[in-house]
């Protein structure tokens, strides 16, 4: 599949998407979505790869488990983002089926330079309690400029 839109200066951008493992839960879940997919940006030659959790035990199906940006030549990975989900399951209620919330735990964000040179991390973490998240953590690695990591990466 693709997509093509309008540049703004009388050109268009298309970018090109791929999918793969599809999965269905045939008793009665439906479509636990694709494993992965990947998003080509023709003009930039910039690659993004998405592997998404299937597990309906767990009811995570669909959640991003691994997001990567490459460079044109996929040589350099730019951007490479990994996150963790947690479960909770109530039975508060008596005659009725339990309840499932699924949480972030957390994310970590790595960045890297074309050099292949590490530009920062940042990973923020979650805690829940049965009513949802009551404290975020964020922490930055190396001192990089966030806000110019931010520029970096939404250049492309």
Request: charged residues 25%; aromatic residues 10%; proline residues 3%.
């Amino acid at each position: 599949a693709s997509v093509a839109t309008s540049n703004g200066i009388g050109g268009f951008s298309e970018t090109r998407f791929s999918y793969t493992g599809m999965k269905g839960h045939l008793q009665g879940i439906g479509a636990l979505g694709y494993r992965s997919t990947r998003s080509l940006c023709v003009s930039t030659g910039l690659s993004t790869s998405k592997s998404y959790s299937q597990d309906w035990i767990r009811r995570t199906q669909g959640m991003a488990r691994k997001t990567s940006t490459k460079s044109p030549d996929a040589a350099v990975e730019l951007t490479l983002s990994e996150s963790d989900y947690e479960t909770l399951v109530f039975k508060d209620q008596p005659h009725a089926a339990p309840r499932f919330v699924v949480q972030e735990n957390g994310t970590m964000n790595r960045k890297y330079d074309l050099g292949k040179e590490w530009m920062g991390t940042v990973i923020v973490t979650n805690k829940f309690d049965e009513y949802g998240p009551f404290k975020r953590t964020v922490k930055k690695a190396n001192n990089v400029d966030i806000k110019r990591v931010h520029r970096f990466c939404m250049s492309f």
